[in-house]
Nanobody
Framework: QVQLVESGGGLVQAGDSLRLSCTSS????????MGWFRQAPGKEREFVAA????????YYGDSVKGRFTISRDNSKNTVTLQMDSLKPEDTAVYYC?????????????????????WGEGTTVTVSS
C-alpha cells in the first residue's frame, strides 16, 4: 500500500499558474513511475502527465502539452505538476498516482488501469 497526498490546489484566474505537489510519507516515490490525472465534474478521469522512474521521459496529455510540466525531486520524495497559462477547462480534481507496472526505468504509461495507488486529490478551479 502506498499512501499519496496531493497539495497545492486552489482558485485562480485564467492565465495564472499553480504548482501541485504529491508526496508519500511511507514509501520512496523514486521507485515508481508517477502520473497526474484529473477529473472534472460530470466527466471521466483523464490523463494529464507522467514521469518515469529516471525522471526523464515526461509525457503529457494533448490538452496540457506546452503548459504543464511534471518533475520529481527524489531528495524531497515529491512529484510536482507546474501548471501555467491555466484555462477554465483545467478546472478539476487533480490526482497523483503510482505506476508499479513499468519494467524499464524510462518507461511511462498514460492508461488509468496501469496505476494502482491514488491520492485523494486536490481541487483546482480556474475562473474566466
Amino acid at each position: 500500500q502506498v499512501q499519496l497526498v496531493e497539495s497545492g490546489g486552489g482558485l485562480v484566474q485564467a492565465g495564472d499558474s499553480l504548482r501541485l505537489s504529491c508526496t508519500s510519507s511511507g514509501r520512496t516515490l523514486s521507485a515508481y513511475a508517477m502520473g497526474w490525472f484529473r477529473q472534472a465534474p460530470g466527466k471521466e478521469r483523464e490523463f494529464v502527465a507522467a514521469i518515469s522512474r529516471s525522471g526523464g521521459m515526461p509525457y503529457y496529455g494533448d490538452s496540457v502539452k506546452g503548459r504543464f510540466t511534471i518533475s520529481r525531486d527524489n531528495s524531497k520524495n515529491t512529484v510536482t505538476l507546474q501548471m501555467d497559462s491555466l484555462k477554465p477547462e483545467d478546472t478539476a480534481v487533480y490526482y497523483c498516482a503510482v505506476d508499479q507496472t513499468t519494467r524499464h526505468i524510462n518507461e511511462v504509461h498514460a492508461r488509468i488501469a496501469e496505476y494502482e495507488f491514488w491520492g485523494e486529490g486536490t481541487t483546482v478551479t480556474v475562473s474566466s
